[in-house]
């Protein structure tokens, strides 16, 4: 057998390996868009099935023999090409994930998909103790999973599913930066604000047709993606011309920024090359570079004045009642403004990171054990109030606000505030490369911008590590200053004078 005969072949499984991994998206996404709520036994089975075939096929001895007898054609191929960069990739993915028992990788599938509607319920009921059991599987698997590696410290296994290669003490560490910027932003910052028309209401109906004309202006092609409503919004790919956004939109609050945020995942996945359709490749390159996504189309596009200029007209005529006698900059200034609040999803450009740092170090404790999870919707509490000098007045929102404990993705929060961070780096990049971009969104226009970000990230996929690519983005490394400059530069124009 030749190598172009062996690649053909390893090609071919991985597709096949692919497709189920779709699949199993698929009915994921379902239960939490369509599904009828009695279903979620079962889908769970489903999916632990699914994941069961999954791991065996991938760790199979037939594809590590063909990874180890492509390693020298691997060696004399381009960097950079698709042929050796699916190899590399594949062999990093083969020889973690061959540390995992397939009963193990099921049964955590199997539990995070049992555990998401006791979720949905503990939140509809405001009642942690209808989760814990639920929580508490789900971390003792994960300690399991840990066990499987050998690591600096026991996070790092966790956080490497979400962000390849990178240590806790080096999120630590930018954190820690964050933190000290943000403190005193904040205390600067905070105001209550002339925004009680934000309250509402906004009728459902009204907002969900705004959604086509933003994810039309961003760039998504006509018949390549739907949203849907869901308990916590997400979004997932079932091919590049598959996109499956959703969204949420609360009476209290216009929920336009959801809809950008997902759209943001959305443009990323839509825009990788064809090429690596159904291969490994094909998605972004980690969370926290798709959070870098998410967050600029929300928060660098979506908070931005220019946008606003294109977008309020016709925000304005579908809420006459609410902001028919708002004007512009009152409005601008109302999105903008610093409030420490409850929930993460709805929380200010300066206050979100703070969320995040909180669960960051949450976790870490959870996985050690050092929290009894009896007392945790306490600690969560005394913790927000010590963070964001925020009162939680129930588990809905505060404990149970977010999905991913429910899911198992522990390691996942960490990359929302790395992608706050690296948006604006890119940010940088592009605002050097199209200087007429504010013109641009004025007028409704966003192509530019989204070229950019395809020829420059999205295409890519997975070919490059999360630091390479970044490396190959933004010419660096990792770096806080640019997001902390960003922040003091929005609200020390946004202050009062």
């Not at 023999?65 to 492509?70: G, H, V």
């Not at 913790?383 to 993705?409: I, K, N």
């Not at 999360?466 to 990792?478: I, K, N």
Request: with cysteine; charged share 30%.
């Amino acid at each position: 057998m030749n190598d172009d005969t062996r690649y053909t072949e390893l090609k071919q499984r991985l597709s096949e390996i692919w497709d189920l991994g779709k699949a199993g998206g698929l009915l994921g996404w379902d239960q939490q868009t369509m599904m009828p709520p009695r279903g979620a036994a079962v889908r769970a089975e489903q999916l632990g099935t699914l994941s069961k075939v999954i791991h065996e096929r991938f760790v199979s001895p037939e594809i590590g023999r063909l990874l180890e007898d492509l390693h020298d054609y691997e060696q004399s191929l381009p960097y950079e090409s698709d042929e050796a960069s699916l190899i590399r990739v594949t062999r990093r993915d083969w020889e973690k994930e061959h540390r995992v028992p397939t009963e193990l990788r099921e049964e955590m599938t199997r539990a995070a998909w049992q555990a998401f509607p006791v979720w949905v319920e503990a939140r509809r009921e405001s009642n942690f103790e209808l989760f814990r059991t639920a929580l508490e599987h789900n971390l003792e698997l994960k300690r399991r999973y840990i066990d499987c590696f050998e690591v600096d410290e026991p996070y790092d296994a966790l956080l490497d599913d979400f962000e390849p290669e990178m240590k806790t003490a080096e999120v630590r560490a930018a954190f820690e930066r964050l933190k000290e910027g943000l403190v005193p932003l904040i205390a600067a910052a905070a105001n209550e604000g002339d925004d009680e028309f934000m309250d509402g209401p906004w009728p459902r109906e009204a907002q969900e047709s705004l959604n086509p004309i933003i994810l039309d202006a961003f760039g998504f092609e006509p018949g390549s993606y739907r949203i849907d409503p869901t308990e916590h919004p997400f979004a997932g790919s079932m091919g590049t011309q598959d996109i499956r956004l959703t969204t949420r939109y609360p009476e209290h609050q216009l929920g336009l920024f959801a809809t950008m945020h997902e759209a943001g995942h959305g443009l990323y996945e839509h825009g990788v090359d064809p090429a690596l359709e159904r291969t490994p490749l094909c998605r972004g390159a980690s969370l926290a570079l798709h959070e870098s996504q998410s967050r600029m189309w929300e928060n660098l596009v979506g908070r931005s004045r220019p946008f606003w200029h294109w977008f309020y007209p016709q925000v304005q005529r579908t809420f006459p009642d609410q902001l028919g006698d708002v004007e512009i900059d009152r409005f601008y200034r109302a999105i903008n403004a610093v409030k420490p609040s409850l929930i993460r999803i709805e929380a200010d450009e300066a206050t979100y990171s703070l969320h995040i740092i909180l669960r960051f170090e949450l976790e870490q404790e959870l996985i050690a054990g050092a929290v009894d999870l009896r007392e945790l919707p306490e600690i969560w509490n005394t913790r927000m109030h010590e963070y964001l000098g925020v009162d939680v007045p129930d588990d809905a929102r505060g404990v149970l606000q977010d999905v991913h404990w429910s899911r198992g993705s522990i390691g996942y929060f960490p990359t929302y505030a790395l992608g706050n961070i690296i948006s604006v780096q890119i940010w940088e990049r592009v605002v050097d490369a199209i200087p007429d971009l504010d013109d641009q969104f004025e007028h409704g226009r966003f192509g530019e911008l989204l070229h950019w970000l395809r020829e420059h990230l999205h295409r890519h996929g997975r070919k490059f590590t999360p630091r390479e690519t970044l490396e190959r983005v933004v010419g660096g490394g990792l770096d806080a200053e640019p997001y902390l400059a960003y922040l003091n530069a929005k609200l020390g124009e946004l202050a009062p004078a």
